[in-house]
């Protein structure tokens, strides 16, 4: 048979990575795709460096990707505007695109799928969310057969490290940050990976596909982990609970919550056990229940794994798409979100105090379900006289009754300190 | 477009399941499928029962599923002789097949794929492993760039449950057999569960897919679950495991080692963290490092999700199959294992004891990782003189070392009780 005939746009670690699989993997890669898999042309606008391309030629005229002599452009440069137009102009031209790139799939998913779908090409990007785990594949196809109803992934490696890191180290997130930036997991400027951004771009995808709908990344609420203190991991390990920065999707009566921040989840549960950089999707059907999609989330190797099974897959002339077009369900504002909560107030060790709290609670229907309260020592900078924090976790409550009532609180003027509030998830099952 | 015309047998829970399904999700299925998924005809020789079978018609002849009027069988009859006759008719008159049996591909795999092949029809089998848990998509598909080195699985939910409920309550095997058999989750004859057969059935088609290799269950080492105790449960989580009944097959210079038996796995491992009927799937791949897929093993409408999803593929026309042959890997005997092992030990209360033990393992090159000893009180049946366990964790050592090892500690004079042995895994990653 025909070799399906690869360009690859990029040279970098991922591209590296998919270069050596295609090489290394070459004789059970033909046999599984059924004919070869042969990189005919890579382009990069930095120069080769030392990477052994094999036969096929270099390039640096991304351009020189576009023509009758590739099948299918692997879009791994990076970034927005130039690899939208990579993409696009390789779809226009019928070619087969893979890409691992979450940012265009999020901002620009409706257009692209469309796009693919109208020119009859494959556009696979399993490599997007949560690196070598077939999460992709399994909401395309594994679980097609249900109506999925929660989504909830760690989904950034970077902000699991550090998170993994201040529980079981003990550190402070600065000092947590340093080590994964000392370690290669974190970019020197962390923003993009811990203030949630990346997160919300593969949430934008996970829902899309878990709901059918489109591609709505400005709708996703977006918060990192770097407000999160080694006194709430405390807390939150003492409840019987792991803090995660989770991205969620939910389906409910309204329309779909879409968000990303840290979160409670329980210490049993699958999710509290995955450490370090690695990821994990949850997935909630009506039919199949819980599900649970764990594995590296970066790297070469492993993103590299994900975006050569989609060409084994365009290889074999599988569809890569659904055949129908996408919906326009409702995303809701995070006010109109329900969720359990944490919380935690610095008030005076005063008599009558959680009684205060918990009436104000009460007044707004809201169930306190766990509290830790207990008399300890004047922390530096709490002002004058003996203080405690008050340590409540409470029943699932609308987010905009949840911020009245801690405006309340804060303010009582037994309250000396900010409020912290962390959302919380009981996924089991 | 015209319906996927679906045929299905047998009409027991999980075919219940599916009927249901198929008419809650119709809008959703006919979207993703591209073409509505239409049951024609339902067959089983046992009569309609209450359910509601939407429009379709009902017979107790199992041939009526064969004509042209139906696309795609859904073979759910379970047993393996009558079944493999319908899903080979089926083939051979050109019909896609869809199949939760194990059984019967893990005993006609090769026979049923080539015809499958050699007709260019789909056979989906997604449901025939852990259920509503897409592995069988993930190793097809979203994992097919790597080469497998290890799949390990929780498959068995009645297993599952049963050490579940010896680990969490302290129960003995027999007290959690009654217990599953009360909830429904194990059968009046629970053999076929606890003894492991079931799990090697579904490994051996885990392995088929892994390592594109040929079905064979024949080679299988099987062992069960009856003769744990709660002494190796309390001891194993002393040590820091927990003990799984694991289905595991690998990758050696020699060959692959396939072998069904209880094992233990580090606490922290996620597979230790997969409790009551729930199964999980761990593959490592050469590219994509550790995965793990988890999810429901059994029930009604999570093993229909798994037939429904192939449903979806073969109506969208998807490849359900590699187009090329499989390979006659040699499975390894296990003698010719490798592994850690767990070995308690029942022995005198008396001086140099352990370190007899010791020096026979070291002089068969077997390194001690660990060890547990102490004093206590005589127990009933145990002999006169007062006696204890000797536990050991050893390192890696090739099966047939160990038995020819444990042997010879089993003759000496201060061991008084049998030897009771378990291989150790460590899944992490």
Redesign the interface.
């Known amino acids: 048979m025909e070799p399906l005939k690869i360009g690859v746009a990029g040279l970098g670690t991922v591209a590296g990575?998919v270069v050596a699989?295609l090489q290394?993997?070459a004789e059970?890669?033909a046999?599984?795709a059924?004919r070869p898999l042969a990189l005919v042309r890579v382009a990069s606008r930095s120069p080769k460096r030392g990477i052994d391309l094999g036969g096929a030629a270099f390039t640096t005229d991304l351009d020189a990707l576009h023509g009758p002599d590739i099948d299918v452009v692997v879009e791994l440069i990076g970034g927005e505007q130039r690899a939208a137009q990579l993409v696009r102009r390789a779809l226009q031209g019928g070619q087969a695109v893979v890409t691992a790139n979450k940012a265009i799939l999020a901002r620009y998913g409706d257009e692209l799928l469309s796009l693919a779908r109208a020119q009859g090409v494959g556009l696979g990007f399993?490599a997007a969310v949560a690196?070598?785990?077939?999460i992709?594949?399994?909401l395309r196809?594994?679980?097609?057969?249900?109506?999925v109803l929660t989504v909830a992934g760690i989904v950034n490696g970077t902000s699991n490290y550090i998170l993994t890191a201040m529980a079981e180290q003990g550190a402070a997130f600065a000092e947590a940050l340093a080590q994964a930036q000392a370690q290669g997991f974190a970019e020197a400027d962390p923003a993009y990976d811990v203030e949630g951004i990346d997160a919300a771009h593969k949430l934008t995808i996970l829902a899309a596909l878990a709901f059918?709908m489109s591609f709505q990344f400005d709708k996703v609420y977006t918060e990192g982990i770097s407000r999160i203190t080694e006194e709430d991991l405390d807390y939150a390990k003492e409840l019987g609970y792991r803090i995660k920065h989770l991205a969620i999707a939910r389906r409910t009566e309204q329309g779909v919550e879409a968000r990303v921040h840290p979160t409670l989840v329980p210490q049993?549960s699958?999710l509290a056990?995955?450490g370090g950089v690695?990821n994990?999707v949850w997935v909630e059907?009506?039919?199949?229940?819980?599900?649970?999609?764990?594995?590296?989330g970066a790297?070469a190797?492993?993103t590299?794994?994900?975006?050569?099974?989609d060409?084994?897959?365009i290889a074999?002339?599988?569809?890569l798409d659904?055949?129908?077009g996408r919906r326009p369900h409702k995303v809701l504002s995070i006010e109109q979100a329900t969720c359990a909560y944490y919380v935690r107030i610095p008030s005076l060790d005063a008599p009558g105090v959680f009684a205060e709290v918990a009436a104000t609670l009460g007044r707004h229907g809201i169930s306190i379900e766990g509290a830790i309260q207990r008399h300890r020592a004047v922390r530096s900078g709490a002002g004058s006289g003996s203080w405690v924090p008050i340590v409540i976790l409470t029943a699932s409550v609308r987010e905009q009754t949840m911020t009245s009532a801690l405006a309340q609180v804060q303010r009582m003027p037994q309250v000396v300190g900010g409020i912290a509030s962390i959302r919380v998830e009981h996924l089991m099952?």
């Open positions: 990575g699989l290394r993997n059970t890669l046999r599984k059924g399993e690196g070598g785990v077939p992709i594949g399994a196809q594994g679980l097609a057969a249900n109506r059918d049993r699958l056990g995955v690695m994990a059907g009506d039919a199949v229940g819980a599900t649970l999609h764990y594995g590296a790297g190797m492993p590299a794994s994900a975006v050569v099974s060409l084994i897959a074999r002339g599988g569809a659904y055949p129908v099952g």
